[in-house]
């Protein structure tokens, strides 16, 4: 009889071991970190290194005046999109955990958002195309679903730079 319950007791203990063990090691690429950045609070925009476009608390700010600018006809280097954590960090969440980037243009006839498979998931160019405006909201999907759109859009104006009267 002693040794059924000793039995029993070592299973059971075995048992919660490897629960432990295996619960432990779900995911050990995750940390505190990423889990706090799953949901982003805004979005920069930066090319060549610096923010040009920053939506953060609601407001939207560019670097120099009320929108970005871009001629008829013109690609921008490579933009970099960053989500905004609640605590001000920059991250871009992993492509291979299903997280993608999408947009929407309010006005496909101005401006071309092209994004180059060999530019990377988060990276992105604007194209001029005829003179006017744009707006453009960026959006966080997850699996098929959005988990964030920004509350307000970039503004962008495309001019015509021709030099011709």
Request: proline share 3%; with cysteine; charged share 20%.
């Given at each position: 009889?002693?040794?059924?319950?000793?039995?029993?007791?070592?299973?059971?203990?075995?048992?919660?071991?490897?629960?432990?063990?295996?619960?432990?090691?779900?995911?050990?690429?995750?940390?505190?970190?990423?889990?706090?950045?799953?949901?982003?609070?805004?979005?920069?925009?930066?090319?060549?290194g610096?923010?040009?476009?920053?939506?953060?608390?609601?407001?939207?700010?560019?670097?120099?005046?009320?929108?970005?600018?871009?001629?008829?006809?013109?690609?921008?280097?490579?933009?970099?999109?960053?989500?905004?954590?609640?605590?001000?960090?920059?991250?871009?969440?992993?492509?291979?955990?299903?997280?993608?980037?999408?947009?929407?243009?309010?006005?496909?006839?101005?401006?071309?958002?092209?994004?180059?498979?060999?530019?990377?998931?988060?990276?992105?160019?604007?194209?001029?195309?005829?003179?006017?405006?744009s707006?453009?909201?960026?959006?966080?999907?997850?699996?098929?679903?959005s988990?964030?759109?920004?509350?307000?859009?970039?503004?962008?104006?495309?001019?015509?730079?021709?030099?011709?009267?």
């Amino acid at each position: 009889m002693k040794a059924l319950y000793k039995n029993s007791y070592v299973l059971v203990i075995s048992l919660i071991s490897v629960a432990l063990l295996f619960s432990a090691c779900s995911n050990p690429a995750s940390s505190d970190d990423e889990e706090e950045h799953s949901s982003p609070f805004g979005v920069a925009l930066v090319l060549n290194g610096v923010e040009v476009a920053v939506l953060e608390n609601g407001n939207v700010t560019y670097s120099s005046g009320d929108h970005l600018d871009l001629g008829v006809g013109e690609e921008t280097d490579i933009i970099s999109l960053r989500w905004i954590a609640e605590d001000g960090d920059r991250f871009t969440p992993d492509e291979n955990e299903g997280y993608s980037l999408q947009w929407n243009n309010t006005n496909e006839s101005v401006l071309e958002v092209e994004q180059h498979e060999e530019d990377g998931a988060w990276n992105f160019h604007f194209v001029g195309l005829t003179e006017g405006a744009s707006e453009v909201t960026f959006i966080l999907f997850h699996n098929g679903h959005s988990d964030f759109t920004a509350p307000q859009p970039f503004d962008i104006r495309v001019h015509d730079t021709s030099g011709t009267m």
